[in-house]
């Protein structure tokens, strides 16, 4: 068993931060994890003369000294702290490196974390975070045996950017002896349950301290449950253990709200950029889960369930009997959020909102002048895009859409309307799978609908696939493009010659169209435009071509379009 844990504990060298906040001066704090978490750890030595004896450790005076080994994110490598037991409580030990005590730590530091922990939150004066997080979680392990968890305040030496690293669990200290870090070397473990805590997150009040703290503690115990839990859901559950407690989380939401279009499962990509956005959208997902399928009660089957990542999930929502996929789950998780930009214009069915207040995600693209057009969008695996149309003026008749992609599979799009009426209707946008072109025709664009919005997402479960992205573009027309007949025409005179004739069902019309003739799926004719002809009132569209006397008609496949809509579509008969 002990072996096979190691093998698996690839991706779980260590959860290193987890809460980010901005101070004061607009400086933000970091995640270690993304450094260290992928790398796989090895065992150099068994158990140690150092570890504790059971039954159970001894109570520790205020007072005592202990080293601890900590890391340097600046150097790569572990070193050696002194502290010094500065409080104790029903379910602590709070040491302090002895270098920050009186500095950036003083005995009222201690007082506030100490009630905070044990006895009293922002969400209940009556139960401190360890009580609130364990009741819904289960408890914490307890490898050095003493029934407490250690808070471990230091300065954490970090690579010196605009980020900085506010706390960590290091689940190496759920060993014993020494590991093999293939970046930071031989890793010893401090053999007890201790969170990291940094004590220079200058932070306008101790709200922001208390918050990592509830944080790390999630990572903790949810490490006891599930060793192997991917990132983004260790990531999303710990965010949401913070929010329990009743702490703030605006900065991961805002930062969310700034860059919608990221990966929820890919972390593999992240930047400086973007990295509190993916704490934010983690967070958003598990609140989505809390207000659908359960409440705090699913959160915390997730936490407990050893399945990892989307496995765990899906597998958590169907044993409380709403078997679903976690594809079908994101999609409607990405309507919720992008709908969240119409609050106030229209209702929405209760799948597609939030019972909880988020911040209002806007779409990534947006548009009122016509025509609109985007090209080589790339979007991320189990990311999505929100594509909006407003009426550009008061008397637009209607609107056209396309949207094309070489994905052939696992995309998903949404399309919601909001009427005058004030209602939001959401509906699916099927994908040709053969050529990944779908599109929309919406006469009543101006007058019955007031905006329309498009949301795809490339949403592949497989987890060795799930790095993929998708380029697609679209465009978007003003007015309608009604119904057409399309007439095949042999030549009478001249054999192999042919025609092909769409004739709209309006007396007038001014679209640019293009004909492709496939011929066993090649193209013999790829994109060619029609020539428009006005008779009269009645405007046609017209194609000529010629075929050699070999090919078979029967198997000739036409497609007219406007940009990447389709108009019609047919195989070539005599």
């Excluded at 919608?260 to 950029?273: A, E, V």
């Excluded at 664009?445 to 799930?466: I, Y």
């Excluded at 978007?476 to 004739?503: D, Q």
């Amino acid at each position: 068993m002990r072996n096979n844990w190691e093998m698996r504990y690839t991706i779980l060298t260590f959860f290193l931060l987890t809460l980010i906040f901005f101070s004061q001066t607009g400086e933000a704090f970091r995640c270690g994890t993304t450094y260290l978490k992928q790398e796989k750890v090895h065992q150099l030595s068994s158990e140690v003369a150092t570890a504790p004896a059971p039954p159970h450790a001894p109570a520790r005076p205020i007072g005592f000294q202990r080293p601890f080994f900590a890391i340097d994110f600046a150097r790569n490598q572990q070193y050696t702290i002194n502290t010094t037991l500065r409080a104790s409580g029903t379910h602590c030990y709070i040491y302090v490196e002895d270098a920050e005590w009186q500095e950036n730590i003083n005995p009222l530091t201690m007082q506030i974390i100490l009630r905070a922990f044990d006895e009293a939150t922002p969400a209940d004066p009556r139960r401190g975070i360890y009580d609130i997080l364990t009741d819904d979680f289960g408890p914490p392990p307890d490898v050095d045996d003493n029934q407490k968890v250690i808070l471990l305040f230091l300065n954490i030496r970090d690579i010196g950017d605009r980020h900085t690293t506010a706390g960590y669990f290091m689940p190496i200290d759920q060993k014993r002896g020494v590991l093999r870090h293939p970046t930071l070397g031989p890793i010893h473990s401090n053999e007890a349950d201790i969170i990291y805590i940094n004590t220079n997150l200058r932070a306008p009040n101790f709200d922001a301290v208390q918050a990592v703290i509830a944080h790390e503690l999630q990572h903790l115990i949810h490490w006891k449950h599930s060793p192997n839990e991917e990132i983004w859901v260790d990531e999303g559950c710990a965010d949401y253990a913070a929010f329990l407690c009743g702490y703030n989380l605006n900065q991961h939401l805002n930062a969310f709200q700034n860059a919608p279009d990221i990966s929820l499962t890919d972390w593999s990509q992240m930047n400086q950029t973007h990295l509190l956005a993916h704490y934010g959208a983690a967070f958003l997902f598990m609140l989505y889960l809390n207000d659908h399928y359960g409440g705090r009660q699913i959160i915390a089957d997730i936490v407990k369930n050893r399945l990892d990542g989307i496995a765990g999930i899906t597998h958590t929502v169907a044993a409380r009997g709403m078997p679903k996929k976690f594809s079908d789950i994101f999609a409607d998780w990405k309507v919720a959020n992008y709908l969240s930009t119409w609050q106030g214009l229209g209702t929405v069915k209760k799948q597609y909102r939030y019972n909880t207040p988020v911040p209002v995600i806007k779409p990534i693209f947006s548009h009122r002048i016509y025509p609109a057009t985007g090209k080589n969008r790339t979007l991320a695996n189990f990311a999505s895009h929100a594509i909006e149309c407003k009426i550009a003026t008061a008397g637009q008749a209607g609107l056209t859409f396309s949207f094309s992609t070489r994905r052939n599979a696992n995309v998903d799009i949404k399309v919601a309307y909001l009427s005058n009426t004030g209602d939001i209707l959401v509906e699916p946008l099927p994908v040709k799978t053969v050529d990944g072109i779908a599109s929309l025709d919406i006469p009543k664009f101006g007058t019955a609908v007031q905006r329309m919005m498009v949301m795809p997402s490339l949403q592949v479960e497989n987890q060795s696939f799930s790095q993929q992205t998708i380029t697609y573009n679209y465009n978007a027309f003003e007015g309608s493009l009604g119904t057409y007949t399309t007439h095949i025409l042999p030549n009478p005179i001249h054999p192999n010659y042919w025609e092909i004739i769409s004739v709209p069902s309006e007396t007038t019309a001014a679209q640019a169209f293009t004909i492709t003739l496939t011929y066993q799926n090649r193209p013999l004719h790829d994109a060619k435009p029609m020539v428009y002809i006005q008779n009269n009132k009645q405007a046609v569209y017209r194609y000529a071509f010629h075929l050699e006397p070999e090919i078979e008609t029967a198997d000739i496949e036409w497609r007219i379009m406007r940009g990447d809509t389709i108009i019609d579509e047919g195989v070539l008969e005599e």
